[in-house]
Each structure stands twice: as structure tokens, then as C-alpha cells.
């Protein structure tokens, strides 16, 4: 038997998600134009930071699939003692924040965990985040105050939203040693809990008794105009003077770093944040405002090559799928033994060949198409036995 699992969605040689974090129902009054300073509360309207998205990046890559991690409280990073004036709200507080994060799931974006109000600063009366911000998971004394409050967000989700969230990630990646206890009592499927940048190998490793898939962070959306843009911190923007000279050279390494992954199979998760404006008046380090064109190469990068294009859960169900679905054949029959263990809905799976074929079953028939060199069909498993009667021929 020829017949193999593709280890990715339609045998696509890498799957990549775009990971977009604290989209969040505020605005920080900090730069002239409306769209740099907002972080999620105007929504979709026209001068809204997502209304920039689709015009810069979504409208020209319209594949791309975000995931946003959406604090559930009011976001404490917006301080009430920094030098601009905010709006800032909790998930369900306006109906008008609901339904845009509803569209965006209609748009085939998801929305992930990502705390309740971010952490507080160690000094209220400093609202910089370097070195004097605890970060959400960093806090939590004991075991059961962090499942209380995590298992909220999935509750304040599911209220407002209708939606059942299967991931996440600490803020500001920051854990202490009861963190992952804390993710896995709350029964994610995955978790983004470190991020290393760069990497050339990445397999699936898991954490705790519920086997969370610990989801990597691999790329920065900065790469390519990191060492050029200014941060309107004085001491950084006079070194970035000197250093945006050296952008070119760092390019070509970036370039070299996506392809590794890319060749490698790996998954490409590209890191960012909303919005650049913070309460201390210094910009955001990643984000999509200031990162644009950056994003814009990395994506026409990818644009020739075959890249799945996904959800932060679409890649962590695809992982599971084939780490527990066997394939072999019986009774001149294709098998699919998938073992759904842990009663996840909507599994589907890849098949590929090197010659041409058909699955038939007795309601279904699946016509194999040409995808990254093999043929390949895309098939919904159920739990137990899936079986298939294979034709070579083509029918017309
Ligand atoms: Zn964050």
C-alpha cells in the first residue's frame, strides 16, 4: 500500500498562522490618526486598526487566517496613570465589541485565551511595561485562583460569543511553576507558552494530562523592518539611526530563516500586536501599524509556495488527527482508524498518493487532486473505523 497521511491539510508543505495578540475593546489616544490608536474598540469602521489590516494585508493575501488573543477583562497594560486618555472595556460589556469579534470568526479568523486583564505593573506610577509589568500567569499564587479565573475567560467566550475556545497563550509568554498546571485544568488543546524565534526544527511536544499541543511562536512579523523603524524612545531611535543600515543584510537572513521553515515543514506562526500605541507614548514593539511592510513581504514570500493557511486550532486539530488516526487496508478496503480520544468535532484528514484515486464509501465519494506534487484527498473522520473502496480509474 502507497497510501500515506499528509502531515499537513491538503499535503501542503508548511501550515502558517498569523498570531495577532491583545485585541482588545480599547483605544489609547496617542497618534493623530484614529487607526494607530486603536486597539479593537472601533471595531470595523472605516478609520478602525482592522480596517487597515484588510486594506494593507488582508485584501492583498485574502488567504490568511488570524489568530487574535483577546484578554477578557479590561487589558491593565492601558494605565490609568499614563500620559494619554483611553477607552478601555471587557469582553461582553458592549454588544458592538461582540459582534465584531463574531465577524471575525465568520471570516474564518479564530479567538484565543489570552488572561483576563493581562498582569498589573509592579509601580502604578510607571506605566512602561519594560521590567515593571507581572505578567497574568506570573501571578497566580495557587493552582485553583488560576483555573478559577482562566476557565472564566472560556465561560465569558462562550456568553458572549457562542464560541468554545481551545487555546492560548500566557501573556507576555511569561509562566511561573504552576502555569502549565493551570492550562492543563482547564482543558485546553493547545497553548502557546514560549516563543523562540528563528528555529529551524519543530515537533509537536505536549504538557500534562490532558496532552495540550504546546504551540510554537517561530517568527517575528518585525523581521524586516526591525532594525529600521522608530520606537519614539529616544535612546532607541538614535541607535536605530545607525542600525536601520544594517536592515538589508538582516533581510536576507530572515528570508533564509522562513525557508528553513518552510522547506523544513514546519509551522510558520507569525507573531504580532495590534496596535502601537501604549500608555507610556512608546510604540508597541511588534505591530501590525508599524510592521506592515514587513508583513507584506513575508506573506508575498510565501505567496508562490504551498502553504496552508490556518487557525492556531485548525493546525492543533490537523496534529492531532494524524497522531491518532492509523492507516492500513483490510478486505481490499482503505481503513481510517481514527481514536478520538478526546471527542473533538469536525476532524478532518489528508490522504496522498503518487498516482491517481478515488475513495468511494456508501455515502461518500472523494475525487484525489494534485496538490505539492501528489495527488491527495481531504476526508472528515468519525471515531472508530472510516472505510473507503478504492478506484484508480478516472470517471467521468
Ligand atoms: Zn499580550
Known amino acids: 500500500m502507497s497510501f500515506t497521511i499528509s502531515k499537513w491539510f491538503n499535503n501542503h508543505q508548511a501550515p502558517s498562522v498569523l498570531m495577532i495578540d491583545d485585541l482588545s475593546d480599547a483605544y489609547i489616544e496617542t497618534y493623530k490618526e484614529a487607526y494607530k490608536n486603536d486597539w479593537g474598540y472601533l471595531c470595523k469602521e472605516e478609520n478602525s486598526v482592522y480596517s487597515f489590516l484588510e486594506k494593507e494585508l488582508l485584501n492583498k493575501f485574502p488567504s490568511i487566517k488570524i489568530t487574535f488573543f483577546v484578554p477578557y477583562l479590561k487589558h491593565n497594560v492601558i494605565s490609568e496613570k499614563g500620559k494619554k486618555s483611553y477607552k478601555k472595556y471587557g469582553v461582553g460589556e458592549r454588544i458592538e465589541f461582540s459582534n465584531f469579534l463574531k465577524h471575525l470568526i465568520k471570516e474564518g479568523h479564530e479567538i484565543a485565551h489570552h488572561g483576563s486583564n493581562h ?41 458572549h460569543l457562542n464560541v468554545e475556545i481551545k487555546g492560548g497563550k500566557f501573556c507576555g509568554y511569561k509562566q511561573r511553576e504552576n502555569s502549565l498546571e493551570i492550562i492543563d485544568k482547564s482543558k485546553f488543546d493547545y497553548w502557546c507558552e514560549d516563543v523562540n524565534y528563528n528555529t529551524k526544527n519543530y515537533t509537536a511536544t505536549k504538557f500534562g494530562e490532558e496532552n495540550i499541543i504546546s504551540f510554537p511562536t517561530n517568527f517575528s512579523g518585525n523581521a524586516f523592518v526591525r ?57 508597541q514593539s511588534a505591530n501590525i501599524v508599524s510592521d506592515i511592510t514587513s508583513l507584506q513581504k513575508i506573506y508575498n514570500y510565501l505567496s508562490n509556495k504551498s502553504i496552508w493557511y490556518a487557525t492556531c486550532q485548525d493546525i492543533a486539530d490537523y496534529i492531532y488527527a494524524v497522531e491518532n488516526t492509523d492507516i492500513y487496508i483490510d478486505n481490499e478496503e482503505i481503513v481510517l482508524k481514527f481514536n478520538n480520544y478526546k471527542n473533538l468535532e469536525n476532524i478532518t484528514i489528508s490522504i496522498n498518493d503518487k498516482e491517481y484515486f478515488e475513495f468511494f464509501s456508501q455515502e461518500k465519494h472523494y475525487v484525489s487532486k494534485k496538490n505539492n506534487h501528489k495527488y491527495t484527498v481531504n476526508i472528515p473522520i468519525v471515531n472508530g473505523e472510516n472505510r473507503y473502496r478504492v478506484e484508480r480509474e478516472h470517471k467521468i
Do not use: C, M
Open 227 to 283: 532594525l529600521s523603524y522608530s520606537t519614539g524612545d529616544k535612546h532607541k531611535d538614535r541607535k536605530k539611526q545607525f542600525t536601520k543600515y544594517l536592515q538589508p543584510l538582516y533581510d536576507i537572513s530572515q528570508y533564509k530563516a522562513l525557508n528553513n521553515l518552510y522547506t523544513s515543514g514546519n509551522i510558520i506562526s507569525i507573531q504580532e500586536h495590534i496596535s502601537p500605541a501604549t500608555s507610556s507614548g512608546i510604540t
Open 119 to 159: 498582569g498589573q505593573y509592579i509601580d502604578t506610577s510607571n506605566p512602561s511595561t519594560v521590567n515593571n509589568f507581572k505578567h497574568e500567569w506570573e501571578l497566580f499564587e495557587n493552582v485553583d485562583e488560576g483555573v478559577e479565573v482562566t476557565k472564566k475567560g472560556i465561560e465569558t467566550f462562550k456568553e
